[in-house]
């Protein structure tokens, strides 16, 4: 395991935080790098060709023929849902009113966006169990916890308005897709401040990818002037968005995920929070070695 890393890492968050240099503006920019894509295109073809590259060049036209049907299908598939996610959003704020319990509430907002975005519900659930044990060990009250977990689990809410083909996109976003993602904080803000069940977990959406150097979004938001449980949020919901795979990189290894949290620490994330996930994460492997013992 990666114990070892883990607290040599911790004993060095407040040294990296000043030493670093100036974190990026994008979020995760500094955690995971983007690939530049590259293509090469065939020479012309010489004039005459022979039979073997004639029908060579037939099969190669019938394939690319059979590509652009299902990337047709695709964009049929991705216009006919974003026809749709306008009233997503709507459909979601009244069927959370009309539950009779917050929980039930919970539960049919994570449905509905499990229905929109691969592994969502997963996601929530890792982010808002490791926000609670991070805000526990920072000595948030109950109350404030509360909050918290029902911020994690609502995070990406705001994701039920956002076009399925930037979800599900395999490569980088472009600076176009990049401003359109960008705002799903503020519709999931705009979703839950009118519930009063969810009111006090509404900030903490709003907040949830500011950077504690002011470079985050939507608001620019720097310091303590981001919500506690906000910046706890960041950063349980970057170790777990590191860890697992997605649609545009792999699943990094742990180690290097607390790695490049640290490398953060003081520029996109709050240094204290970092630290106390750090030491949740030794806790958790303390426990699980002594379990296996």
Not at 113 to 135: I, P
Request: a negative charge; glycine letters at 6%.
């Amino acid at each position: 395991m990666f114990r070892h890393e883990i607290q040599g890492l911790l004993a060095g968050f407040r040294r990296r935080a000043r030493n670093a240099e100036s974190a990026p503006t994008d979020h995760f920019v500094c955690l995971v790098p983007r690939l530049a894509q590259h293509c090469r295109y065939g020479q012309e073809q010489p004039r005459k060709e022979s039979i073997k590259a004639i029908a060579g060049n037939n099969k190669y036209n019938k394939r690319s023929e059979g590509h652009q049907k299902v990337a047709q299908q695709e964009g049929l598939h991705h216009a006919l849902q974003d026809r749709l996610r306008a009233r997503r959003a709507a459909v979601a704020a009244a069927l959370a009113e009309a539950q009779d319990t917050p929980e039930q509430a919970l539960e049919g907002l994570m449905a509905i966006l499990q229905l929109h975005e691969h592994d969502a519900r997963g996601h929530a659930t890792r982010v808002a169990r490791l926000a609670v044990a991070v805000g526990d060990e920072m000595g948030f009250t109950d109350e404030e916890l509360g909050t918290l977990e029902r911020g994690g689990l609502l995070h990406d809410i705001g994701k039920l308005d956002m076009p399925a083909s930037i979800l599900s996109k395999p490569g980088p976003l472009d600076e176009d897709e990049w401003r359109i993602m960008r705002t799903h904080p503020q519709v999931g803000y705009d979703l839950l401040r009118n519930q009063p069940r969810f009111a006090d977990a509404a900030e903490v959406v709003l907040s949830h990818h500011e950077a504690y150097d002011g470079t985050g979004y939507p608001r620019r938001l720097e310091s303590t002037r981001i919500p506690k449980a906000a910046r706890v949020l960041a950063v349980a919901d970057a170790y777990d968005s590191m860890t697992h795979p997605h649609t545009q990189r792999p699943a990094m290894p742990p180690s290097l995920a607390i790695e490049e949290i640290a490398r953060c620490s003081g520029k996109q994330f709050d240094p204290q929070c970092a630290e106390a996930l750090g030491c949740v994460l030794a806790h958790a492997l303390e426990s699980e070695a002594h379990a296996a013992v």
